[in-house]
């Protein structure tokens, strides 16, 4: 430590003592004059405030927190209108408040890293910040709002000043959306976001939205991460165990991580540097960017990357179509399925409809080229990996079976594509620094269009985190708000549509088949490949045929790549992998295409115990509610036990709307366009008066007794009824649930939580326990439904139990359900969606 720093120690610690003093002496000047109140119920009121405050500061961290429990020292600098203090409030408090502190303001909360708590301790900065400031800090976040250029500007201010001080102090860079509408669009474009980072230490930057807690605990929670990972690098290098450490003084070399040796990381550490627990989606995804030719990747991520070589360099024109057996059987899948297809330009500009030679092959690609000579060349082509998309039809859902079934088409050994690749990228993550990196590339409050970008960015974010965070998202974002899977609309039509209307309907009235013309003359042949990181390949086949045709070989082989990797030896991916055919089985769930509230396209949240898909909009009103009314969980951003994606693919919005949206008098829904205040209003009267909900039809046709529903709840359980039960889950409260039988009625032998675990019925058992029901009661045989599920070896029921609190009493067989969790750092919003559900 130089003498600077031992003076600036020295004058803190005089400062320090000062305060105490002088807070002690007006606090004891405070009490004498609080004796002269003469108002005695003022001056007793005044006097229970002055306690409160004197045993606050006695009982103070420093004289009371065991010096084992570490502190973590997070500073936040932003200017007045960068929105640091909303998102800094709504980190603290779980709600979003509008604010704006002119004086600043310290906080403190407790923090998990590395499962260990830690006490971190915030410091929102109101002005620049000070010598004193940047001694204390452990990291820095950084705040503009994106809607606000000065904002922006006067961050690389702040940073010149803080970095005048210390150099070597971490920094994140968030840009906050609040405050973004559609009459105060943003300013600040994703390639200035990126290059701010790049100026201020290859920080990571995260766009924020504290209106929706999209983010805000991640920051946080990245930023108390980064600060433990350096100490543990300080402590390594005072050891002198990493040999060589490269140096990180002022974080000048690009690309290079701010704290080595930190690049390989398991998922649970997560450190900013580290590549995501799922590399794969970002390697596939940049590589897919890069052949979108978008041109928009900074070369130097791109550089600092390894990547499997490219499957679409140009090859060597000598050996050109020489031997296109051996290509393939080097790098090419086997065509499966080929044909001319119109794909929609994916540049953000230019909206173009051009044909492709389009190749589907038996290693999970759908590839493309302008001619099938480009194809044969192997050249100027691009590619899709169908491990990480789905295939959608605007506008419809056809019903396709998602659960693997039978055989892979895909031979093992015979795949250079997908384990292939897994293994490459794996070998080359540990190695790897990423540069940079700039997560977050689009606006998520705005989203009135009701486009598929919000989400999808979300999700290419979350799903990447370490974020090669290519403009192909943000220009994919770009064209999803242009083009969400809205194909009625004719502006979107392909300008060959109408020709293959009539062409369509033509060949139908040959058929003689008119009637089935008729109907299908209005639909487009189009379908729509999307990435999970929302990146968007809009196509168009000659007709619906085709189109059937081509979705359902994309399907399989979606499924088959998912297989193969299932056969993997990653457990991590595997998990991911089946995380994933479980998810896509939600979305296909009938109504899951439009949010159940306010019908916007591609819902990406989800209610669990309603088991219906939301928009992001209607998630946060519906966080608002309470976990006792809905539950609140990200389907792109949170993890999916088996258990909650069956709730959600056995109920699903139709069946949730057939509820909770029976009986609506009039009323009208909300449209994707609805202001907050309608969405709220319906959402509202919806579940928390059930303003909607048909009545309970009591089978005499007497008027039901409170005490009953054990019985009826027992009855549609043990009938499988699952709306039955929704219907008189929706009626019901706990009380009622656990009612115990008083009147004429005999009680029953057991309660309907023993008949779903008699059953197995997972999806019965976690609704039952979700909405209160008692999970200790005791049958007529004095059996808990623990035993029962046991008995009966429901092992999906004993999982539930045991997340509920259920003793695993003398089964010590019996797993415990370990959920996997992709990152504790990703938590989203105030209910913590990540907590186990209980
Ligand atoms: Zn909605």
Redesign the pocket.
């Known amino acids: 430590m130089n003498s600077n720093s031992k003076s600036v120690n020295s004058t803190a610690i005089k400062a320090v003592i000062k305060r105490h003093e002088s807070l002690q002496g007006a606090i004891n000047r405070l009490s004498k004059q609080v004796e002269k109140v003469t108002d005695e119920q003022l001056r007793s009121g005044l006097k229970v405030y002055l306690h409160s405050i004197q045993v606050n500061i006695a009982n103070s961290q420093e004289w009371t927190l065991n010096r084992s429990i570490p502190e973590l020292r997070l500073g936040i600098l932003g200017s007045q209108k960068s929105g640091k203090s909303a998102l800094v409030n709504k980190y603290i408090t779980g709600s979003y408040a509008p604010i704006e502190k002119p004086d600043g303001g310290r906080y403190k909360k407790e923090v998990l890293v590395d499962g260990q708590s830690h006490l971190l301790l915030i410091r929102e900065e109101a002005g620049p910040p000070d010598a004193q400031f940047s001694s204390w800090v452990d990291a820095v976040i950084l705040i503009f709002s994106l809607e606000n250029e000065a904002s922006f500007q006067e961050l690389y201010q702040l940073y010149s000043q803080l970095t005048a001080h210390r150099s070597d102090i971490p920094v994140i860079v968030v840009g906050t959306q609040d405050k973004i509408s559609s009459t105060n669009p943003r300013v600040i474009e994703d390639q200035r976001a990126r290059q701010l980072c790049i100026d201020v230490r290859h920080s990571l930057f995260y766009e924020t939205c504290a209106t929706y807690g999209f983010n805000v605990d991640r920051v946080f929670s990245e930023a108390a991460q980064k600060i433990v990972a350096q100490r543990k690098q300080a402590a390594l290098q005072a050891c002198k165990s990493l040999p060589n450490s490269p140096s990180h003084s002022g974080g000048s070399t690009p690309g290079s991580a701010s704290f080595p040796g930190q690049a390989s990381n398991g998922p649970s550490s997560g450190y900013a540097y580290s590549l995501p627990s799922t590399p794969v989606v970002g390697h596939r995804e940049l590589r897919v960017a890069q052949g979108e030719g978008a041109g928009s990747v900074s070369s130097r991520s791109l550089k600092s990357i390894p990547r499997r070589p490219s499957l679409f360099k140009n090859r060597d024109p000598d050996k050109k179509a020489s031997d296109p057996k051996a290509d393939s059987s080097s790098v090419r899948g086997v065509p499966i399925k080929q044909s001319i297809l119109w794909k929609r330009s994916g540049s953000s500009l230019n909206k173009e409809w051009k044909k492709k030679y389009v190749t589907l092959s038996n290693n999970g690609t759908l590839s493309y080229h302008s001619s099938s000579s480009d194809y044969t060349q192997n050249t100027h082509g691009k590619e899709i990996d169908l491990l990480r998309v789905t295939v959608k039809v605007p506008g419809k859902r056809p019903p396709r079976a998602v659960a693997p079934a039978g055989p892979s088409p895909v031979p093992p050994g015979a795949v250079p594509g997908i384990n292939g690749l897994s293994k490459d990228l794996t070998a080359g993550d540990s190695n790897t620094t990423v540069p940079q990196l700039c997560p977050a590339t689009l606006s998520v409050v705005d989203d009135r269009s009701g486009g598929l970008s919000p989400q999808g960015g979300e999700r290419g974010l979350q799903r990447c985190p370490s974020s090669l965070s290519t403009k192909a998202q943000s220009v994919d974002a770009l064209e999803g708000t242009a083009s969400p899977f809205s194909g009625k609309d004719p502006s979107q039509s392909s300008p060959m549509s109408d020709r293959k209307k009539n062409r369509r309907k033509k060949s139908m009235n040959q058929k003689g088949d008119a009637a089935a013309g008729q109907a299908e003359e209005e639909e487009n042949a189009d379908f729509i490949i999307v990435s999970f990181t929302g990146q968007t390949w809009h196509f168009e086949a000659q007709s619906l045929e085709d189109r059937d045709s081509w979705v359902s070989a994309i399907e399989s082989q979606i499924l088959a790549s998912l297989q193969s990797c299932e056969s993997g030896r990653n457990k991590a991916r595997r998990s991911s992998q089946s995380e994933a055919v479980a998810l896509q089985a939600i979305r296909n769930a009938k109504g899951n295409s439009l949010?159940?509230?306010?019908?916007?396209q591609n819902?990406t949240w989800a209610s669990l115990n309603l088991g219906a898909l939301?928009?992001i909009?209607?998630s946060g009103i519906h966080r608002n509610l309470g976990t006792h009314l809905s539950r609140v969980r990200s389907l792109d951003l949170d993890d999916w036990p088996g258990e909650l994606t069956q709730v959600l693919a056995a109920i699903g919005n139709h069946m949730a709307n057939s509820i909770w949206e029976s009986f609506t008098q009039g009323r009208t829904k909300?449209t994707?366009n609805a202001t907050r205040e309608e969405?709220e209003s319906w959402i509202r009267a919806k579940y928390e008066l059930r303003a909607f909900v048909p009545p309970l039809q009591p089978a005499s046709g007497t008027q039901p007794a409170e005490d009953s529903m054990p019985v009826w709840l027992l009855s549609a359980v043990t009938e499988r009824d699952l709306p039955r039960l929704l219907l008189l889950l929706a009626h019901s409260t706990k009380e009622q649930i656990n009612a115990q039988l008083t009147g004429s009625t005999p009680s029953p032998p057991r309660t309907a939580l023993h008949a779903a675990c008699q059953l197995g019925d997972v999806v019965m058992t976690q609704l039952l326990i979700w909405y209160g029901i008692d999970v200790k009661a005791k049958d007529n045989q004095g059996q808990t439904p623990m035993m029962v599920a046991r008995k009966n070896g429901s092992k999906g029921c004993i999982d539930i139990l045991l997340q509920h609190g259920c003793p695993n009493e003398a089964s010590p067989t019996a797993a415990t359900p370990i959920l996997s969790r992709r990152s504790s750092t990703a938590s989203l919003g105030r209910t913590s969606s990540r907590k186990r559900v209980s």
Request: aromatic fraction near 0%; hydrophobic fraction near 20%.
């Open positions: 949010c159940v509230d306010c019908e916007a819902p939301i928009c909009e209607c909300p994707p969405r």
